[in-house]
Structures are given as C-alpha cells and as structure tokens.
C-alpha cells in the first residue's frame, strides 16, 4: 500500500521524534546515535538568523560551528536572501545548458579580479570534493597523461569522494577505499619531504612523474599552517619541475582565516584554487575551481576537450546569483577586517583562559575565525576513572582525550546554549570558529561560558557526562570505532 507523502506543510509540523523516527528509517540511523552522542540532535531548529538559532523547546542557541566553514556570512544574511528573491522574482532561468549564464560571467570576472595573477579561469561544481577532482584532473590533462604521480599532505583533508579521499591523510578517514593510481603523502610543511618525494618519483629519463601537489595552506583539522617560506619553497620547486601546484582553501577561503584567501598573506600564487563552503553564503552549495590561463589553456583550451569536465549541476543559474552576492558582501563589508578583530578578541580570549586553566588547556591555535583549543588529558582522576572502562577501549590512545572534549562540548551546550564542534585529525580540538558576523558581545558570551565551563574542571564535566545517558551512546560509538 503507498503511504501518503508528505507535503512542505507537514514538514513545518513534524517533531523531534518523528524526525528521528524518519532519520533512522529512511536517512541513517548511526547518524541520530552520534549527534545523541554528544547531546545534539534532540531539538529542532526553527529559525537560524546571524549567529543565532532558536530551537523547538524556546532555547537560543549561540552557533559558533560557523557552518563549518559555510557560514562566514552567518545564516540567512539579508542581502543573500534578497539576491535570491530578485533571482526567483524575475523567474530567471536556473539551468542554461544552451546558453550562456550572466550570472556564472559574472561570478567568474570578480573572482578573477580578487585574485592575483592570472588566476582566472573558473568552474563551479557543487562539494569541495567535486572541486577538488576537477583540479587534480585539470593537472593530470595539463599533462597530458604523460605523468602518472600525486603528492600530497599527510594530514590533508580534501573530501570523502573516492578521488578527494585518495589524496587526503586525515585519521578521519579511517577505511581505505580503492585510490586514484600514485598518490604519496609527504609531511605537511616540511620541505625535505617534498624534495624527498620528487627525487625519488622520476622517469626513466630522469624528468618528474608528478602532475600535482595539493596542499591546504592552512589545514582546517589540525589548524597547522604552512609558513610563507616553505610556500614560496614550494612554488619554487613546482616552477623547477613544472608540477601543477594547488592550493585546496576550501575551509579557509574568503577571509576565515584573515585574508581573503590564506596564501594571498604570504603572497605565493598556485596554479589551481579550489574554494567552497562560504562561497555559497550559506544558502546554495557552489564549488570552485579557478586556474591560471596556462594551466586551463593547455588541459581543455581546445574545442575537441573544451567539455572533457563537466557536472550536470555547474553554475547552477540561482547558486551563482547567490554566490555572486556572498562574494559582494564579503568585499562591501570589510570580512578581511572583521576577521583580524575576531583574531584579537577571541584567539587573545582564548590564550587568556589558557593562562587561567594551563592545567587544562594545552594549547590555542588558529588564526581570523578558525580556532581551536587542544586540551589536557592527562588528569590523574581521569585515567583512574576510565580505568573502569572496558579493556578494549583504554586501547585508544585518544579515548581520554575524546571523553574530555566531548564532556565540554556538551556542558557548553547544555548549560550556556553554545553550540561547538571538535575535529579529529590526529588530534582533537575544540573549535571556535564563528562566522565573521559574530558581535564582540557574542565572542565575549562564547568566552564567559567556556571560562565557566572550564571552571568546572574535566573530572566534575566528565563525571556529569558519564553520568547523563549520553555516556551510553558516545561509549558504544567508541568501541563501534575501535572495533571497525
Ligand atoms: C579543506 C577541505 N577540502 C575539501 C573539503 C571537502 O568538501 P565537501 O565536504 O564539500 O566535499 C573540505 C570539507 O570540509 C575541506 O575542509
């Protein structure tokens, strides 16, 4: 019998359970287990404005995940919205595979004119991953097949698509599915390792078998940042060896971490920038991918390949109206300034509570609006509870660091109605990472609440954490981990 189908009404009249009913039916249920894990998803959102959410159950909610990464415009910024309307008020066409796109021209022409050099080429897929394919198959056909290597970092994070995936190193990614042939890992802003890579991955005939290095300049899951020297080290190399250099700000772009982009501080220009997330102003998922004119000219500037990449969703008509706003608004409004200031006020925030709790706080890190906080876990009382635990799970090195994370992540919530996250790339950080629209009012909120959260101190959190019911879930998510 066919059930009846929901309407968008019924949609606004749904509850947290039959959410989570629907969720576990027909989405995913390891996916409603985890966000439990850690507290979440017990509440609906109902309206996102700014920095701030209001939930189902009368909270106000502080987010300062920005999106991760996707909201440095914060939800719902007016001017999107108004862009969006024109768009659809004018019933502009959305897919334009016979003709050519205004919008798309001109998103292209100022994302050109922002960058330097002659980074001008643009294509607009959807993920980061998509973008990140398309730029290394763009290197790949610069040379025309005739080399077949691929370097990149060992803590690099570029998707979960089978190609992204091959080239990332994050211990996030912890199941190896089939790889793009010849990818090799070398140690994230460590030259040697590069050079090491390039001598050893030669032809016969002594020139390089590499196509393409990728690298985040700033790594948004362990917020390392490459110094200007070792990216000039690089452009150098790459130059010497005519490898395709790409640099992958998808996380980092449009003035998360200060400048627009992370590498145009240290004025190093790649061959290939892929940018995302912040790009789509919250509202649309747009992709990019901009190259210089050498690099596009040789690998599709014929007619005979000028459509060997293409995506059936590119430069979607409304996406790219939207796109073009957020990049508007993030020139307009100064975002390289309101990041600095957002540097001052919460990394020095931070760095101060680090000086309050060193017992606590290991260490800050970050830059703009991308910070992070790696905390201690080596407390006495901790390792004598968690030696309660079950063998299997005191194996995992991090289990402690995990426990204290997610125990602060979720008093945050909780208790002050802070919304975080944490990053698990080797290490596990607690980030704080607001949109670039956040208030000094909202830094010093998010500042007050961790202060009192870290005044709790990790055994009172953890203990009220293995306490809650929430303990049960994060417990079986672990051994789930430790068992895969
Ligand atoms: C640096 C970086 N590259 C690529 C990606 C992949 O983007 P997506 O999840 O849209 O595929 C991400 C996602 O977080 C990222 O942070």
Redesign the pocket.
Known sequence: MVQTLFNSQDCERLDINQVQQLYRQYVNPGQVELLGSFGFGRELVIKAQGCLLETDQGHTVLDFTGG??MLNHGHNHPRIIAARRLYQQHLRMEVHKNYLSPHLAALSHNIACLLPDDLNICYFP???????EGAIKMAYKYHQGQRQQVLHADI??????LG?ASISGSSELHFRFPEIPGAHAFVYDQLSSVEHHIKQLRKEDGSSDIYALII?PM???TLKRCSGDYLRALRQLCDHEDIVLVF?????GWCKSGELFYFMQHKVTPDIL?T??SLGGGKS?L?GFVAREKIFHQAYGNLNDALLHSTSYNGYGEECATALEAVNIVVDDHYSKLAKSIDLQLGDGLKALQQKYPKLVREVRGQGALQGILLHSGSGLLQSITQQLPIRLLKDEKFIAKLITAAVINHLYEHHRVLTYHVENREILLMAAPPLVVSSDEIDQFLQALDQTLREGFARLCLKFVKSKLFTSFMQRVQKENTA
């Open positions: 991760m990464g959807n993920s980061g991953a998509e973008a990140v690099s994070y570029h998707g979960k698509l992204a985040e790594s948004a899951s992958d700000e998808v996380f980092s892929i995302s997330k998922s992709s």
